[in-house]
């Protein structure tokens, strides 16, 4: 869901909820006010030249500490992102995160997938080798359709992954736009999924609570919501060169490509109320299109991943107004080319005090066709807009903020 939406959601329920009275609606306007999207406060003129350096102040570096536990979900896929799921807690900033793109972060070397030890060609044959998938083991698809949804929750290691490879005309095929996931990682650590296709279903590839995995040359495509979504305390995983495409044929809102965490108002179903730890999280050298929602959509609460050397094609936007929207902490942006955007080719927003901060962008080239900038930081706090960004065709230049 877009920062926008769930703003204006959150004053509504205040609204609803205070009793009536000339001071208590005082209050209600008061807090409408400080909520309110930022939209109109834009300032800034085309910075095609390089402004002075900004000066940024350092993200804090302190010894790394444990990642939460995943907790599994209990919400039916249909209730993603539509349901408030309580009060969730506060979301202090991880001290321990280190700056934008120095790590630690997953290997993103290009995996090739071993020998199989099963091959399977039939949707009954798949469900058997998830339910008995062990480290080590490698599940091949044949070329077909297989239809149904699938689920893995066994785990390999780091040492032996488990790998399920197939080629681009090997389809897994989840039906109705408004149904479930056509492949999920429940829990489930250290798998590669390589090579295959992954079409229908509300969500394409969703994984919750995994850990060191790989989703490679995937194509995800003709989904009701997003394509791609790492969610429930998911770390140090990547997402390297798949074609997705066509998304949101559910609900245009949520037709992000790849999707990073949970939304605040989806903390108390997901994760226990706590944030959504789904850091160092690497997006890299995917192709993305035909998207109704941001390309890439990295939620608050996250921290310390890279989205680099990815392509956007915004000319289906409809739910969003940007390729990226960064609302985690300590994020690196490099290396990506976009075109056509509705407002701003990439953006970073504060849903929570402390968060969409220490962001950098650098070697982004923004053709954005639209009225807004290359790159916008609302609100300005320490993000990092470095002058080798280039852009084409944005209204309002490179930036609301010195490039540096």
Not at 11 to 39: C, F, K
Not at 49 to 61: E, H, I, K, L, M
Request: with cysteine.
């Amino acid at each position: 869901m877009s920062a926008p939406q769930w703003s204006r959601d959150r004053v509504r329920d205040v609204a609803a909820g205070a009793a009536a009275g000339i001071l208590l609606t005082s209050l209600v306007a008061a807090l409408v006010a400080a909520l309110a999207w930022p939209e109109t406060s834009r300032t800034g003129a085309d910075q095609g030249g390089a402004p002075p350096a900004v000066s940024v102040p350092p993200a804090p570096t302190t010894d790394p500490t444990p990642v939460p536990a995943a907790t599994e979900p209990t919400a039916t896929p249909e209730e993603v992102e539509e349901e408030d799921g309580g009060e969730p807690s506060e979301a202090p900033v991880l001290p321990n995160a280190a700056p934008a793109g120095t790590g630690p972060l997953p290997e993103t070397d290009r995996v090739d997938c071993p020998p199989a030890t099963t091959t399977v060609s039939s949707a009954e044959e798949l469900e058997a080798a998830l339910d008995d998938a062990a480290p080590g083991d490698s599940i091949a698809l044949a070329e077909g359709t297989y239809s149904g949804e699938f689920v893995a929750s066994a785990s390999g290691t780091e040492a032996d992954p488990i790998f399920l490879c197939g080629p681009a005309d090997a389809v897994l095929d989840g039906g109705d736009v408004e149904g479930g996931y056509t492949f999920h990682l429940d829990g489930a650590t250290h798998w590669r999924l390589v090579g295959f296709t992954v079409s229908g279903g509300q969500k394409g590839v969703m994984a919750d609570g995994t850990v060191g995995s790989v989703i490679q040359g995937l194509t995800v495509t003709g989904t009701g919501d997003e394509a791609i979504h790492l969610r429930s305390h998911s770390t140090d995983n990547a997402v390297l060169d798949n074609t997705i495409r066509e998304t949101g044929l559910r609900n245009e809102e949520y037709g992000e490509g790849v999707y990073i965490g949970s939304a605040v108002s989806n903390w108390c179903t997901y994760t226990g109320c706590e944030a959504d730890r789904s850091d160092r999280n690497v997006i890299d050298g995917n192709t993305i299109s035909k998207t109704t929602s941001e390309a890439i959509d990295l939620k608050e609460g996250t921290t310390g991943g890279v989205v680099s050397g990815n392509t956007f094609d915004g000319s289906s936007l409809s739910g969003a107004d940007s390729w990226v929207d960064v609302k985690g902490n300590n994020y690196l942006i490099e290396g990506n080319t976009g075109t056509h955007a509705t407002e701003d080719g990439f953006q970073t927003h504060q849903i929570l005090d402390g968060w969409g901060d220490h962001n950098v962008f650098t070697g982004n080239h923004a053709d954005v066709q639209g009225p807004g900038h290359a790159i916008a930081s609302w609100p300005e706090e320490s993000n990092v807009v470095r002058c080798d960004n280039t852009f084409t065709d944005a209204g309002e230049g490179l930036s609301n903020i010195p490039c540096g």
